[in-house]
């Protein structure tokens, strides 16, 4: 039987864990979390001490807790047993063998506390990932090349509800039955909402029409602007599922690009828009839509073909946040969905930022 691990023992693990290549320890290389700690003293702040009782966890200590989260997807349980199993983890934290680690609980905690917290009239998580986008700018990775817009379903739970209880919601109201009931209440989410995912039939290989197929979905959307040249987030906004991409269009634009360009998909595109991108100087690159009725004209196919090799780059986004980061929604609420949504940003835009320096060293 083998004896109990030593430091040593521990030290030449960890050793490996980095010649094998650790993304945790290249994350906490690359990215300094201590430019979060007045933002997060302003959004959380600590009590003094004087009253007693067990100090509490150290705020940027807790918010590389939910960076942790949102890069895998945990619940809270989960993430406390990973922390205690994994030694990648506990050196991204800072914590030895024996040092504490936050319970489920602590953990929730702090994150319903900076979801409720706002700094300076805005949701904290908004100022902590223009924080962290400032820092992108300062390390040299500037909005550069135009910008790429587009949303995303992000899958929440489903709800089991009436034909009359779906027509309160959507009218603003809480049925009836579950006002008597605060529990059930308590596990309903009225902010989510069911939307219509087009999937589009490829022709037929006799020429023949096929059908598109519909597919509902329930839940938010992840609406975000990426810049073309580096394919960071840098402009992002939550809402229930229901609400239209082209309608977000204004409050996704930055004239932080070096490029007035702007790539969308036909959603997009609306006389609205355009007037408003040439006003504020903008250059559209949005896709023109089919006439109604009437095949694509050539040229305008081909521009189409053009202007979707550019915007793809942003279905990697949506591909790696559902994909390795298993981005859903389990929580309740258009606030914490937005919470949950935003460290998904943020950690991709860390992520991102750790394989771009990389790159950038490697070509060097």
Same mark, same amino acid.
């Given at each position: 039987m083998r004896?109990?691990?030593?430091?040593?023992d521990?030290d030449e693990?960890?050793k490996d864990?980095?010649?094998?290549?650790d993304?945790?320890?290249?994350l906490?290389?690359?990215?300094?979390?201590?430019l979060?700690?007045d933002d997060?003293?302003r959004?959380?702040?600590r009590s003094?001490g004087s009253?007693g009782?067990?100090?509490?966890?150290d705020?940027v200590f807790m918010?590389?807790?939910?960076?942790?989260q949102a890069?895998h997807?945990l619940?809270?349980?989960r993430t406390?047993?990973l922390?205690?199993d994994?030694?990648s983890f506990?050196?991204f934290?800072?914590?030895?063998?024996?040092?504490?680690?936050?319970?489920a609980?602590?953990?929730?905690?702090?994150?319903?506390?900076?979801?409720?917290?706002e700094?300076?009239g805005?949701p904290?998580?908004?100022?902590?990932?223009?924080a962290?986008?400032?820092?992108?700018?300062?390390a040299?990775?500037?909005?550069?090349g135009?910008?790429i817009?587009d949303?995303?379903?992000v899958?929440?739970?489903?709800q089991?509800?009436?034909e009359?209880?779906?027509?309160?919601?959507?009218?603003?109201?809480v049925?009836?039955a579950?006002?008597?009931k605060?529990?059930?209440?308590?596990?309903?989410?009225?902010?989510?909402?069911?939307?219509?995912?087009w999937?589009?039939?490829?022709p037929?290989?006799?020429?023949?029409k096929?059908?598109?197929?519909?597919v509902?979905?329930f839940?938010y959307k992840?609406?975000v602007g990426i810049?073309r040249?580096h394919g960071?987030?840098?402009?992002?906004?939550a809402?229930?599922?229901?609400r239209h991409d082209?309608a977000?269009?204004?409050g996704?634009?930055?004239?932080?690009?070096?490029s007035?360009?702007?790539?969308?998909?036909?959603a997009y #595109?609306?006389?609205?828009n355009e %007037?408003? /991108? @040439?006003? *504020?100087g903008f &250059?559209s690159?949005?896709?023109?839509?089919?006439p109604?009725g009437?095949?694509?004209a050539?040229n305008?196919?081909?521009?189409?073909g053009?202007?979707?090799?550019?915007?793809?780059?942003i279905?990697?986004?949506?591909a790696?946040?559902?994909?390795p980061m298993g981005l859903v929604?389990?929580t309740?609420?258009?606030?914490r969905? #937005?919470?949950k949504?935003?460290? %998904?940003? /943020? @950690?991709? *835009?860390?992520? &991102?930022?750790?394989w771009l320096t990389?790159?950038?060293?490697r070509?060097?």
């Open positions: 004896g109990q691990p030593g430091f040593f521990v693990r960890l864990l980095s010649a094998k290549g993304a945790l320890e290249r906490n290389r690359i990215v300094d979390f201590e979060f700690r997060l003293a959004a959380v702040p003094d009253k009782g067990r100090p509490p966890f705020l918010f590389k807790v939910l960076i942790l890069s997807s619940s809270d349980e406390e047993f922390i205690k994994r030694l506990m050196r934290l800072g914590l030895g063998l024996s040092d504490p680690v936050p319970d609980n602590t953990i929730w905690t702090f994150r319903e506390a900076l979801t409720r917290a700094i300076a805005k904290a998580i908004a100022v902590l990932f223009s962290y986008e400032a820092a992108l700018r300062q040299g990775f500037l909005a550069m135009g910008q817009v949303a995303t379903v899958a929440a739970p489903k089991r509800n009436t009359a209880e779906k027509a309160d919601l959507k009218a603003g109201r049925p009836d579950w006002k008597a605060p529990a059930r209440l308590a596990q309903k989410d009225r902010d989510a909402r069911w939307t219509i995912k999937s589009k039939a490829k037929a290989e006799d020429g023949s096929r059908i598109d197929l519909a509902p979905a839940g992840n609406h810049d040249r960071l987030i840098r402009t992002w906004i809402t229930d599922a229901a082209g977000q269009l204004p996704l634009l930055s004239k932080a690009n070096t007035g360009e702007v790539w969308a998909d036909t #595109r609306s006389k609205a %007037a408003h /991108l @040439a006003g *504020n &250059r690159r949005i896709h023109r839509k089919k109604p009437k095949p694509m050539r305008v196919a081909r521009a189409n053009e202007k979707s090799k550019v915007r793809a780059a279905e990697h986004v949506f790696r946040q559902k994909g929604v389990r309740i609420g258009l606030a969905a #937005r919470m949504i935003g460290l %998904a940003n /943020l @950690a991709y *835009n860390m992520n &991102r930022a750790v990389g790159s950038r060293a070509t060097a």
